[in-house]
C-alpha cells in the first residue's frame, strides 16, 4: 500500500483557500493531524491559542468537492479565528456560552457564503491548561472517541451539523481529562472507508475500527495515532482513497 500523508506542517495557499498553521504548544498536552492524500472534499482543521490557559482546536468537514467550497473553508477560519480570542480570552467567562456563540456565528457565516445550505459537521474543542478540562460541541460530526483508564467513551453529537438552519444551536458540555487521556476526532471519509466481502459487498471500516486501534495504541504521541488510524483505513480498503478526505486528529494529555 502506499501512503501519502499531510500534516499540519503550513504549505503554499490560493487566495481563497484556508490556511494551514503550527499547532501551538501546550504545556501538558500535545495536539496533531494528518490527512489521507491529497485534499479533495471539505475536511479542515485549526487551532490557536485563544487566552494563557486557553487552546480552541476544531475539526470541520464541508459537504461538497474542495475546488466548489474553499470559499466556505476561508470563511469558517477567518471566523473561527477572529472570534476565538474575543469569545475565550477573557479570564472569567462561560465557556459552554462562548462555544455556543461560536458555532452560531460559524452557523450563519457557512450559510451566507454558501448562498444557502451547506452541511458542515463539525466537532471543536476548548483545553484549559490548568484544569485539565474540555469544553466541546459535536455539530452532526462523527463522535469523538476519548481514551482514558476506563476505557473509550463516544462524545456524540450535542446539535445538528452547521449550515443547515440559520437559529440552529448546538449543546456545549465539558469533561474532565485525566493526565493519560487521548482525544481521537476522524472525519467522515475514515469511517467509510469500504472494501469488498467474499461476497463482493461494500464493507465499511466504522467508528468500531476506530476504536479497536485507539484501544491497543500503547503510544502517547498524537501525529503516531493520527497515521496509524489512517494506515488501516488504507489497508483494508485495498484501493486508492480518492472519493473523500480522510483525516484524523488526536488531542494527547500527558501521564
Given at each position: 500500500?502506499?501512503?501519502?500523508?499531510?500534516?499540519?506542517?503550513?504549505?503554499a495557499?490560493?487566495?481563497?483557500?484556508?490556511?494551514?498553521?503550527?499547532?501551538?504548544?501546550?504545556e501538558?498536552?500535545?495536539?496533531?493531524?494528518?490527512?489521507?492524500?491529497?485534499r479533495?472534499?471539505?475536511?479542515?482543521?485549526?487551532?490557536?491559542?485563544?487566552?494563557?490557559?486557553?487552546?480552541?482546536?476544531?475539526?470541520?468537514?464541508?459537504?461538497?468537492?474542495?475546488?466548489?467550497?474553499?470559499?466556505?473553508l476561508?470563511?469558517a477560519?477567518?471566523?473561527?479565528?477572529?472570534?476565538?480570542?474575543?469569545?475565550?480570552?477573557?479570564?472569567?467567562?462561560?465557556?459552554?456560552?462562548?462555544?455556543?456563540?461560536?458555532?452560531?456565528?460559524?452557523?450563519?457565516?457557512?450559510?451566507?457564503?454558501?448562498?444557502?445550505?451547506?452541511?458542515c459537521?463539525?466537532?471543536?474543542?476548548?483545553?484549559?491548561?490548568?484544569?485539565?478540562?474540555?469544553?466541546?460541541?459535536?455539530?452532526?460530526h462523527?463522535?469523538?472517541?476519548?481514551?482514558d483508564?476506563?476505557?473509550?467513551?463516544?462524545?456524540a453529537?450535542?446539535?445538528?451539523?452547521?449550515?443547515?438552519?440559520?437559529?440552529a444551536?448546538?449543546?456545549?458540555?465539558?469533561?474532565?481529562?485525566?493526565?493519560?487521556?487521548?482525544?481521537?476526532?476522524?472525519?467522515?471519509?475514515?469511517?467509510?472507508?469500504?472494501?469488498k466481502?467474499?461476497?463482493?459487498?461494500?464493507?465499511?471500516?466504522?467508528?468500531?475500527?476506530?476504536?479497536?486501534?485507539?484501544?491497543?495504541?500503547?503510544s502517547?504521541?498524537?501525529?503516531?495515532?493520527c497515521?496509524?488510524v489512517?494506515?488501516?483505513v488504507?489497508d483494508?480498503?485495498?484501493?486508492?482513497?480518492?472519493?473523500?478526505?480522510?483525516?484524523?486528529?488526536?488531542?494527547?494529555?500527558?501521564?
Open positions: 500500500m502506499r501512503s501519502l500523508f499531510h500534516s499540519s506542517a503550513p504549505e495557499a490560493s487566495a481563497v483557500e484556508p490556511v494551514p498553521s503550527e499547532f501551538p504548544l501546550i501538558g498536552a500535545e495536539i496533531a493531524a494528518v490527512t489521507y492524500g491529497p479533495v472534499a471539505g475536511d479542515f482543521y485549526d487551532s490557536l491559542r485563544v487566552s494563557p490557559e486557553r487552546i480552541l482546536f476544531g475539526l470541520l468537514d464541508v459537504a461538497g468537492r474542495r475546488q466548489d467550497n474553499q470559499p466556505v476561508s470563511a477560519q477567518e471566523i473561527f479565528r477572529k472570534l476565538a480570542a474575543d469569545l475565550f480570552g477573557k479570564a472569567d467567562l462561560n465557556e459552554s456560552e462562548a462555544m455556543t456563540e461560536l458555532c452560531l456565528r460559524l452557523n450563519r457565516g457557512i450559510m451566507e457564503v454558501a448562498g444557502g445550505v451547506r452541511s459537521p463539525a466537532f471543536i474543542g476548548c483545553y484549559h491548561e490548568q484544569f485539565g478540562t474540555l469544553c466541546y460541541t459535536n455539530a452532526g462523527s463522535p469523538g472517541l476519548l481514551r483508564h476506563t476505557g473509550i467513551v463516544e462524545l453529537a450535542t446539535g445538528l451539523p452547521l449550515g443547515l438552519f440559520s437559529h444551536t448546538c449543546d456545549a458540555p465539558t469533561v474532565g481529562l485525566e493526565k493519560g487521556a487521548a482525544l481521537l476526532l476522524v472525519s467522515r471519509g475514515v469511517l467509510e472507508g469500504k472494501c466481502d467474499d461476497k463482493k459487498e461494500d464493507l465499511e471500516f466504522g467508528l468500531e475500527r476506530v476504536k479497536d486501534l485507539m484501544r491497543d495504541a500503547a502517547g504521541n498524537p501525529r503516531q495515532l497515521t496509524s489512517l494506515n488501516a488504507g483494508f480498503t485495498c484501493a486508492p482513497l480518492v472519493h473523500d478526505d480522510m483525516t484524523a486528529l488526536a488531542f494527547v494529555r500527558a501521564a
